[in-house]
């Protein structure tokens, strides 16, 4: 069974600085591309990240570009999410998501809350 | 960027209704158009993929139609358990992945 956790959410001051992960079982985690996507309370859906399966390949949103940083550990079937410059705005549920290809999100993880708030 | 435009954003219907939620792309996407549907508190789910294909293990009665930028999401006999948000998603222009604002299924 396919299983994705995500951790390492929590309160930040903005300006802070906090690293998501992703634990990835069920599946063959090098073989697969990842992406972050979150989700601002009573909000829609906003894609974050693109990581391929050898990390060559990598996307960033806008809004994050400059100031998040996704990488993944094949040999620990992980996937990170680095955030830096914290802001109220990046206030939201992150999920990191598996592709069935590369654009269609087919398991989602139960999500971790990051609060940016003093 | 390819921009994603859902209505109505909230229905209101009972059980045995059909619903119809629109999904609009800002430009051609072809059938690359994926539906979510997510329950509070919970992650989306994948119920269609490529316009109109069913995800394994999804009910029949979920539909999809659509080509180009129009595109449709249909219940045909809402059950309780379909009470959520659905999401439409272009997956033509990567990246960014863009999702549409999310239509909200109500109880009546």
């Known amino acids: 069974e396919v299983q994705l956790v995500e951790s390492g959410g929590g309160l930040v001051q903005p300006g802070g600085s906090l690293r998501l992960s992703c634990a990835a079982s069920?599946?063959?985690?090098?073989?697969?591309?990842m992406n972050w996507v979150r989700q601002a309370p009573g909000k829609g859906l906003e894609w974050v990240s693109y990581?391929?399966?050898?990390?060559?390949?990598?996307y960033y949103a806008d809004s994050v570009k400059g100031r998040f940083t996704i990488s993944r550990d094949n040999a620990k079937n992980s996937l990170y999410l680095q955030m830096n410059s914290l802001r109220a705005e990046d206030t939201a549920v992150y999920y990191c998501?598996?592709?069935?290809?590369?654009?269609?999100?087919?398991?989602w993880g139960q999500g971790t809350l990051v609060t940016v708030s003093s | 960027d390819i921009q994603m435009t859902q209505s109505p954003s909230s229905v209101s219907a009972s059980v045995g209704d059909r619903v119809t939620i629109t999904c609009r792309a800002s430009?051609?996407?072809?059938?690359?158009l994926a539906w979510y549907q997510q329950k509070p508190g919970k992650a989306p789910k994948l119920l269609i993929y490529?316009?109109?294909s069913l995800q394994s293990g999804v009910p029949s009665r979920f539909s999809g139609s659509g080509s180009g930028t129009d595109f449709t999401l249909t219940i045909s006999s809402l059950q309780p358990e379909d009470f959520a948000t659905y999401y439409c998603?272009?997956?033509?222009?990567?990246?960014?992945?863009?999702f549409g604002g999310g239509t909200k299924v109500e109880i009546k």
């Open positions: 998501a598996r592709p069935a290809v590369t654009t269609l999100l087919d398991y």
């Open positions: 069920g599946f063959t985690f090098s073989s697969y591309s």
């Open positions: 990581i391929s399966s050898s990390s060559s390949t990598i």
């Open positions: 430009q051609g996407i072809s059938s690359w």
């Open positions: 490529a316009a109109s």
């Open positions: 998603q272009q997956a033509n222009s990567f990246p960014p992945l863009t």
